[in-house]
């Protein structure tokens, strides 16, 4: 069974420019998530997805926003870039939404604003 | 709003020994999950073990485990027999039972597993 895939692994932006992020979920799962990484915040919760929906959003300006697919690959775009928005980002996805699966995270995506 | 506090930032544990990294949260829910995670070099986060907070049992799984203290809100992982594998970034992490899938992480512990 394929593990999370995110895509692209590295990614080098310019401040105020767009970018747009992939998480291909196990098959068979449903729900995705979005964590930010920083050295500075550690892991924060972004948003997540199930069944095309937007279930759960954590405290992140509107620039960062997200979509999920009806295969349930979810997008994440972040606009207008910041510096600040350097971080790793990583998708999780799970079966259900809740209840006590662990979540299987992707390899991330390296992001660097400069 | 949920905590998770790891208060050793770094460890360090020879091979083959025991290590128990420190876990602690604060919550005025009933009913949670706790997992602990590992993240090695390669970035991606690993389940190691998970608790449901209705249980009384602590959750075991080959050479780790954890002590849940509910009522001091507390879940400290313990490694038996250290390998070198095991060196990694470890992240305790929170659900309550009504977030969905949205996890709250502690800041990490960089466990250093040494020959």
Known sequence: ?114 | AQTVTQSQPEMSVQEAETVTLSCTYDTSENNYYLFWYKQPPSRQMILVIRQEAYKQQNATENRFSVNFQKAAKSFSLKISDSQLGDTAMYFCAFRKETSGSRLTFGEGTQLTVNP
């Not at chain 1, 954590?58 to 999920?68: A, E, I, K, L, T």
């Open chain 1, 1 to 114: 069974k394929a593990g999370v895939t995110q895509t692209p692994r590295y990614l080098i932006k310019t401040r105020g420019q767009q970018v747009t992020l992939s998480c291909s979920p196990i098959s068979g799962h449903r729900s995705v998530s979005w964590y930010q990484q920083t050295p500075g915040q550690g892991l924060q919760f972004l948003f997540e997805y199930f069944s095309e929906t937007q279930r759960n959003k954590g405290n992140f300006p509107g620039r960062f926003s997200g979509r999920q697919f009806s295969n349930s690959r979810s997008e994440m775009n972040v606009s207008t870039l910041e510096l600040g928005d350097s971080a790793l980002y990583l998708c999780a996805s799970s079966q259900h939404q809740g209840g006590n699966s662990g979540y299987t995270f992707g390899s991330g995506t390296r992001l660097t604003v400069v």
